[in-house]
Nanobody, 124 residues
Framework: QVQLVESGGGLVQAGGSLRLSCAAS????????MGWFRQVPGKEREFVAAMDWNGRRTYSAESGKGRFTISRDNAKNTVYLQMNSLEPEDTAVYYC?????????????????WGQGTQVTVSS
């Protein structure tokens, strides 16, 4: 059974940092792109960042550029999202996703495995 389990969310003040982790299990993720998305109630799930299998290519949304960094440890089947200089607008449920893509892409339909999400709340 494939599982993606996110952790590291929580409550942080504006300007603070959080590091999200996503542990993947249940199959080989060789060749899979790993990505992060986020969603607030009443809005569509939006792309945050993604990284290809060997870490050579990343793609990030404008909203997080310069503040969010995606990384992965294939030996641990884990992907991370380091979030710095957090803003109240970053408050959302953050989801980890995996998809069989050669390049990091921002589209939801390109990912076929999803985690349950972790809540990030940034207070002003």
């Amino acid at each position: 059974q494939v599982q993606l389990v996110e952790s590291g969310g929580g409550l942080v003040q504006a300007g603070g940092s959080l590091r999200l982790s996503c542990a993947a299990s249940g199959r080989s993720f060789s060749g899979y792109v790993m990505g992060w998305f986020r969603q607030v109630p009443g809005k569509e799930r939006e792309f945050v960042a993604a990284m290809d299998w060997n870490g050579r290519r990343t793609y990030s949304a404008e909203s997080g550029k310069g503040r969010f960094t995606i990384s992965r440890d294939n030996a641990k089947n884990t992907v991370y999202l380091q979030m710095n200089s957090l803003e109240p607008e970053d408050t959302a449920v953050y989801y980890c996703a995996a998809g069989p893509n050669p390049y990091p892409v921002p589209t939801l339909v390109s990912y076929n495995y999803w985690g349950q999400g972790t809540q990030v709340t940034v207070s002003s």
